[in-house]
């Protein structure tokens, strides 16, 4: 069975800081997909990343790093000098390769990320 | 840039009303698919649509509910009779290609659901 866990249920950072948001994650399947999205106050869920489970290079966006693991079933994501924007609600998900059909996402718990002026 | 719209944002019901949410995907996407969010926990996958026909469904999308595409544009989650613990957040998504979960789905706003 699928299962994503975020450990860390709420991280407090004051501007500036690096803060990383933990993501581990169960499948049986070979194929698979990770994604992080961004939930802010206002409610929508933004996506933020795919990475599927044969790309194990890190990525950069920006301020934003994504460290993916399959030794550890991890994958990490890097907020790098944080800003106060940067609060919000981060979920992890994943979504497994069938052979036909829609894929549904399995999302963690999410990680509440507030950055302190 | 295209997105996905929901209609309303907000609905406040009276328990046992059926309700209507309403999406508009991207329109170039194939797949649709609902979620709900029940306030301050995880959000969690309720059904999936393609080619006019239900993919895939979870546990919690019993009898109550359906889906439709009444149109080339827009996608309905109906709940017939409503119930105190469907009060929650409904993400409509959609995803352009087909399926083996590469696709990425893009989230509308979400409709917060309030029953009373």
């Known amino acids: 069975a699928q299962k994503v866990t975020q450990a860390q249920t709420e991280i407090s950072v004051v501007e500036k800081e690096d803060v990383t948001l933990d993501c581990v994650y169960e499948?049986?399947?070979?194929?698979?997909?990770l994604f992080w999205y961004k939930q802010p106050p206002s409610g929508e869920l933004v996506f933020l990343i795919r990475?599927?489970?044969?790309?194990?290079q890190n990525e950069i966006s920006g301020r934003y790093s994504w460290n993916f693991q399959k030794s550890t079933s991890s994958f990490n994501f890097t907020i790098t000098a944080s800003q106060v924007v940067d609060s919000a609600v981060y979920f992890c998900?994943?979504?497994?390769?069938?052979?036909?059909?829609?894929?549904?996402?399995?999302f963690g718990t999410g990680t509440r990320l507030t950055v302190i002026p | 840039e295209p997105e996905v719209t929901q209609t309303p944002s907000h609905q406040v019901t009276q328990m046992g009303q059926e309700v209507i949410l309403r999406c508009v995907p991207i329109?170039?996407?194939?797949?649709f698919y609902w979620y709900r969010q029940i306030l301050g926990q995880k959000v969690e996958f309720l059904v999936s649509?393609?080619?006019?026909?239900?993919?895939?469904k979870s546990e919690i999308f019993d009898d109550q509910f359906s889906v439709e595409r009444p149109d080339g544009s827009n996608f309905t989650l109906k709940i017939r009779s409503t119930k105190l613990e469907d009060s929650a957040m409904y993400f409509c998504?959609?995803?352009?290609?087909?399926?083996?979960?590469?696709?990425?789905?893009?989230f509308g706003p979400g409709t917060r659901l309030l029953v009373l």
């Open positions: 998504a959609s995803s352009e290609s087909e399926g083996l979960g590469e696709e990425t789905q893009y």
């Open positions: 499948t049986r399947d070979t194929t698979y997909y």
């Open positions: 990475r599927n489970s044969f790309d194990e």
């Open positions: 998900a994943l979504s497994e390769a069938y052979q036909t059909g829609a894929n549904n996402l399995f």
């Open positions: 329109s170039n996407h194939l797949y």
């Open positions: 649509f393609y080619n006019n026909e239900i993919s895939e």
